[in-house]
């Protein structure tokens, strides 16, 4: 029951809230960034829906990156993308130059997180499901709002939890993937469950990919860790993967996406900002592009 009720806030969220928030912030929130709403800057992406699975996140992409078809009506309708764009940053440490220009404030706290022992790693959601379940329901408010989770989330709504000790899997496919990521603090005698992992997780990302467009699905922390930095640090240290890992499931993202300019309120836009995430246009840079039929109506 609470997961169809929470599926019909968010569907008439999507379908309504959204929409209106696209008509009545977007000026506002862009003059943050010295913009105007006709001189927002582009993104080209090449989704490669022929390649993945199908049907892969195309919700995730249609709500983000423009279809075709769309009437001028429809445009103005649509929120803003908060997007890096990759194509930019030769490397991590050119990003970590244009974070410290927008924020002197940031790379310190990645440094004081470091320094309190946080460390940020990969991991199956199967081995923290408790974990995740904790870090959903430890605030009532956050910066995007109302937590719904706080009241109606069962740790068997997040995922089946492991009953042993198991690693992470590469994604089937290289350009088409969700990876969970985390921060974690050293615990040895931390339990999952009947599972001992020794180590406690305190922040996490659901990690989603389509072709070059990648996305924070899923972004939250602790409400106990957040004053330590670790959201920033996770941000940072996702970003150094993505531009000097070398890893091939990181290979030609060409931008990263946190929601929209709309979303939430102005301390998570701040934090979108001083993050390097910058309001973006995303259109399809292939004839293999999303169609106005992918977008809800």
């Known amino acids: 029951m609470a997961g ?112 309190l022992g946080y460390a940020v790693h990969r991991f199956p959601l199967s081995r923290h499901v408790y974990d995740v379940h904790a870090v959903k329901t430890s605030a009532r408010v956050r910066a995007a709002g109302p937590v719904l989770d706080y009241w109606l989330l069962k740790p068997e709504q997040v995922g089946k939890p492991a009953t042993r000790r198991i690693g992470l899997k590469p994604p089937s496919h290289p350009t088409h993937w969700t990876l969970w990521w985390g921060v974690f603090l050293h615990e040895p005698g931390h339990m999952q469950g009947r599972v001992r992992v020794g180590e406690r997780l305190v922040a996490y990302l659901k990690l989603t990919r389509v072709g070059e467009f990648v996305h924070y699905t899923d972004l939250m922390g602790h409400a106990d860790h957040l004053e330590d930095g670790v959201m920033i640090l996770m941000h940072m240290e996702i970003m150094r993967w993505l531009l000097d890992s070398g890893d091939p499931l990181a290979d030609g993202v060409g931008a990263v996406v946190y929601g929209a300019a709309e979303h939430g309120g102005e301390g998570l836009l701040t934090w979108k900002k001083r993050a390097g995430f910058t309001p973006a246009r995303l259109l399809s840079a292939s004839g293999d592009m999303l169609s106005s039929s992918d977008v809800a109506r």
């Open 4 to 115: 169809v009720l929470k599926r019909l806030v968010m569907a008439v969220y999507h379908g309504v809230a959204e929409p209106a928030l696209a008509l009545t912030r977007r000026r506002r929130r862009l003059a943050a960034f010295g913009m105007a709403p006709d001189a927002i800057p582009t993104i080209p992406v090449d989704l490669q829906l022929g390649v993945g699975p199908a049907g892969f996140a195309r919700a995730i992409a249609a709500r983000y990156v423009a279809p075709r078809g769309l009437s001028p009506l429809r445009r103005a309708l649509r929120v803003t993308p908060m997007a890096i764009d990759l194509m930019r940053c030769p490397n991590a440490a050119a990003f970590e130059a244009a974070v410290k220009a927008r924020s002197s404030r940031s790379l310190p706290k990645v440094r004081k997180a470091q320094r």
